[in-house]
């Protein structure tokens, strides 16, 4: 069903903010961890999720050299997260190393590649990255590079996931930030597009954040946007 495509963050600081907001939408399935609250909490939060039957996508990013990506994603297996983010300019080597060291476990996490971060436009990736490519080729190669190092997708701006779908096949897997309802504010998010849009441009997962956590009434906002997606 295409309410289980929305991954809600749960971007709050706290372990008691979190509670409240798993309190508030029980019937969301799959859950954002991020660096705050994991850096606050860490694993107590997850083992909540886990009690709660909930899916876990656990978004620390990583990005170091391959011997230590390979030890740090050999040490999330514990968790039995279902998702687990990767900086894809770690480089091939550190990408096939982190595969590596979670290929022969039996409940191993998918990894997903940052290919740029959605808070990011052109003109930055340009002036301030001093990278030469346009920024739709630039998300693709780092797509590219993710998926020839065995990783299982990417994360993407939607505006960039029907030409990584296109190019990288149907078995891999694309995860979108940058998702706001016509309804929403885009906040710091630069490259969005709506709910409906991202599925039909070939988006798997749907990142959907302060448009249902900040929202007046949470409930509300995450049945609008399940109604939405409802029609497609």
């Known amino acids: 069903m295409n309410h289980e495509k929305i991954i809600v963050p749960l971007d709050v600081p706290t372990l008691s903010e979190a509670i409240a907001l798993l309190d508030l939408l029980p019937q ?24 709660r039957q909930k899916r876990i996508f656990l978004d620390l990013k990583f990005h170091d050299i391959p011997n230590t990506l390979a030890g740090a994603c050999c040490s999330v297996q514990k968790y039995q997260v279902d998702l687990l983010t ?5 480089g091939r080597k550190a990408l096939q190393a982190a595969v590596a060291a ?25 002036f301030d990255l001093k990278i030469p490519l346009e920024l739709p080729e630039y998300a693709l190669q780092m797509a590219l590079l993710a998926k020839e190092s065995g990783l299982d997708g ?10 990584l779908r296109q190019v990288c096949g149907e078995d891999f897997l694309l995860v979108c930030p940058g998702v706001r309802p016509s309804w929403a504010d885009a906040g710091d998010q630069r490259r969005v597009m709506t709910p409906e849009k991202a599925i039909a441009a070939g988006a798997d997962y749907l990142v959907i954040g302060r448009p249902i956590t900040a929202a007046d009434n949470p409930k509300l906002a995450w049945e609008r946007i399940c109604q939405d997606l409802s029609n497609l």
């Open 154 to 163: 990417a994360i993407c701006s939607p505006q960039e996931a029907a030409q």
């Open 86 to 90: 990767i900086h894809a300019t770690a």
């Open 28 to 51: 969301v399935s799959f859950w954002k961890v991020g660096l705050e609250l994991f850096v606050n909490c860490g694993q107590e939060i997850l083992t909540i999720l886990h009690n």
């Open 102 to 126: 979670v290929e022969n476990a039996n409940q191993r996490p998918k990894l997903l590649a940052v290919t740029l971060l959605t808070s990011i436009n052109s003109r930055e990736l340009a």
